[in-house]
């Protein structure tokens, strides 16, 4: 089983309707993260969590909501779907006791608002 | 400015030849430097990690760090049709987002066959 899980994989919405991405891990990490990802744009945080109570705010949190339901689970929600939310949606998680040891990636949600 | 610039490519090199990957980032407060690779429609996955001014090797990659300069590259030696993908550079520790990384926009590689 993957370390950093993302479902759904690809989802198709209509504009205005609002949708859950859910993301779950087995690293046991207290850091999770949620970045999109746009052609040309790189990866760009959206919020993020370093525990349970904790919840910030990224570079580009207007249009989103989360919720950190454990450890394990933080789940990224469009409350109201537009078009220029159609992107490419990673979680991630570190831990910072691990040092350089960077982050590790869901395998991604493909959006698509029409 | 960008927080982390990145030459976009496509950066096109044969195989076997040495590909070289520019970074550069503005926050003079960065601390630790990250390449990842992300093949198409895949996730990113880290190659190495740098934070001393300096080169870093492992395998047949080297990161260079000069922090005078802002500067961060990885250097891929003897290039293969499977290190085509889209490499990231990432930073982390600045002063704007502390230990969130910061992550320029991609160089697409192509290692011609």
């Known amino acids: 089983d993957a370390d950093v899980t993302q479902t759904p994989r690809n989802r198709i919405t209509k504009t205005g309707k609002r949708i859950m991405l859910e993301c779950s891990q087995t690293?046991?990490?207290?850091?999770m993260y949620w970045y999109r990802q746009d052609p040309g744009l790189g990866l760009r945080l959206i919020y993020y969590?370093?525990?349970?109570?904790?919840?910030n705010k990224g570079e580009i949190s207007d249009g989103y909501s989360v919720s950190r339901q454990a450890q394990a689970k933080f789940s990224l929600s469009l409350e109201s779907a537009i078009p220029n939310q159609t992107a490419l949606y990673f979680c991630?998680?570190?831990?910072?006791?691990?040092?350089?040891?960077?982050?590790?990636f869901g395998s991604g949600t493909r959006l698509t608002v029409v | 400015q960008k927080e982390v610039e990145q030459n976009s490519g496509p950066l096109s090199v044969p195989e076997g030849a040495i590909a070289s990957l520019n970074c550069t980032y503005s926050?003079?407060?960065?601390?630790?430097f990250f390449w990842y690779r992300q093949y198409s429609g895949k996730s990113p996955e880290l190659i190495m990690f740098?934070?001393?001014?300096g080169d870093k090797e492992d395998g047949r990659f080297t990161a260079q760090l000069n922090k005078a300069s802002q500067y961060v590259s990885l250097l891929i030696r003897d290039s293969q049709p499977s290190d085509s993908a889209t490499y990231l550079c990432?930073?982390?520790?600045?002063?704007?987002?502390?230990?969130?990384?910061?992550f320029g926009p991609g160089t697409r590689l192509s290692v011609l066959p």
């Open positions: 991630a998680t570190s831990d910072p006791r691990q040092g350089a040891s960077g982050y590790t």
């Open positions: 690293k046991g990490h207290d850091r």
């Open positions: 969590s370093f525990d349970v109570k904790d919840i």
């Open positions: 926050d003079r407060g960065s601390q630790s």
């Open positions: 740098i934070y001393s001014n």
């Open positions: 990432a930073v982390r520790g600045g002063h704007n987002y502390g230990q969130n990384f910061v």
